[in-house]
């Protein structure tokens, strides 16, 4: 066990640092693309749709395999380290799925206070930042736990371009040793437990948004 756990926390380190950066850009990604799906400019919902149909309608292990072989070659020219690729092609396909739950998340958002905003003159910058913005979130926040920890599964994938992550180093060390049983287990728990912390994450920032919505309202 002890000869097997650094490379394997070394692996767990680099699956750590993809999940996170690529949870950051995913947010990002899904409130643009819902924000523009639910523009009333024609081109801004076209574009909207477009990001989320290709992303949602094709495989994240295709997505990956083009970013980090498709993109260097001509026309193209765009060189990505694997560890790029990956925050990218995961940021981009769990950001697709996550641009649906924000955009029923918006919508969910009651009409009567955006009017009473607009009734009180408050400008459409603090109107969507002080009143839709959290109340979204906190809606949206029990779905998104499901997409974060497919994007956390969805790292494994990450050991076919080359990058070494817990999969990859759980591979490199049934090579070396043939302890394959003992070696997935440890692998599995370690995945569980992280799905595990991000679950509780969540909550918890699922009750301090509730709280602040409540302080606000009350």
Known sequence: MTTLMPL??????????ITALAAVLATALALLAAVAKLSPWRG???LANAYIEVFRGTSLLVQ???LFF????????????PFSVAVLGLGLNIGAYGAEVMRGALSSVPRGQIEAAVALNISPFHRFFNIVLPQALANAIPPSTNLLIELLKGTSLVSLITLADLTFRANQLVEATFRTTEIFTIALVIYFV????????MRLLERRL?????????
């Not at 498709?70 to 380290?81: H, I, N, S």
């Open 210 to 218: 509730t709280r602040g919505i409540v302080r606000g309202h009350a």
């Open 44 to 46: 801004l919902r076209w």
């Open 8 to 17: 394997l926390l070394q692996g767990t380190l680099v699956t750590l640092r």
């Open 70 to 81: 498709v993109l260097p070659l001509p026309p193209f020219d765009v060189r990505l380290t």
């Open 64 to 66: 990956l395999f083009w």
């Open 194 to 201: 992280i799905a595990q912390v991000i679950n509780l994450l």
